[in-house]
């Protein structure tokens, strides 16, 4: 059963666009929600969170917004550049448990 | 910071043979770790997590096993390896409870022919 799910297996947007990673969850419970970044052959970096009192949280080029009603979230990354190209990774986890739970990851192509 | 360290980087076995992957963690004391695998179309899978020394919640139950010998180590292993073991392993340490991140280490590319 998967509590943590990324539908768009791939999206490509063009440089200076805004690219929009998407994420549901099934887990009502979860109130900590994470954005990762991967590039190939490495391990993830963090990008964002947002905590379940918040609906928005920003830093920098990257927003990150929670519909907790839809139990949905979404990073927002703008203007979007070239080194933006990565496996975007979405994880939630409950403040007193001590696991993460992470999607399947989108590939996002910034396209020149 | 909190650093993780793993090694080696890549990794090919024989089927049927023994794996022993090691992560330490630098910067911080009595983490959260965790042995998380991503495999082909697969997304990150949790394999194992560990709240102290000697204590492993196993997520996946296969044929890997993991350790905490002491309280910035943390190793995954196996007695004998299958082709499905195949995959990039990461190890994963945190200071939970807090809300707070987890820092990844680089990973370990395993083939296992």
């Known amino acids: 059963d998967q509590q943590v799910k990324q539908n768009s297996p791939s999206l490509s947007v063009q440089e200076g666009r805004i690219s929009i990673l998407n994420c549901d969850y099934t887990?009502?419970?979860?109130?900590?929600f994470l954005w990762y970044k991967k590039y190939p052959a490495e391990g993830p970096t963090f990008l964002i969170s947002i905590s379940s009192i918040k609906d928005k949280n920003e830093d920098g080029r990257f927003t990150v917004f929670l519909n907790k009603s839809a139990k949905h979230l979404s990073l927002h990354i703008v203007p979007s550049q070239p080194g933006d190209s990565a496996v975007y990774f979405c994880a939630a986890s409950m403040n007193r448990d001590d696991k993460i739970i992470f999607g399947k990851g989108t590939r996002l192509h910034i396209l020149p | 910071s909190q650093t993780i360290h793993q090694w080696p980087a890549t990794l090919v076995q024989p089927v049927g043979s023994p794996l022993s992957l090691e992560c330490t963690v630098e910067g911080t004391s009595n983490p959260n770790l965790y042995w998380y695998r991503q495999a082909a179309g697969r997304g990150l899978q949790l394999l194992f997590y560990s709240v102290g020394i000697g204590q492993i919640s196993s997520e996946v139950p296969q044929n890997l096993s993991a350790s905490r010998p002491q309280d910035r180590q943390f190793i995954l292993s196996s007695k004998k390896l299958l082709l499905s073991d195949s995959g990039f392993y990461l190890c994963?340490?945190?200071?939970?409870?807090?809300?707070?991140?987890?820092?990844f280490g680089n990973g370990t590319r395993l083939t296992v022919t």
């Open positions: 887990n009502s419970m979860f109130d900590y």
């Open positions: 994963a340490g945190g200071l939970w409870g807090n809300n707070s991140p987890l820092h």
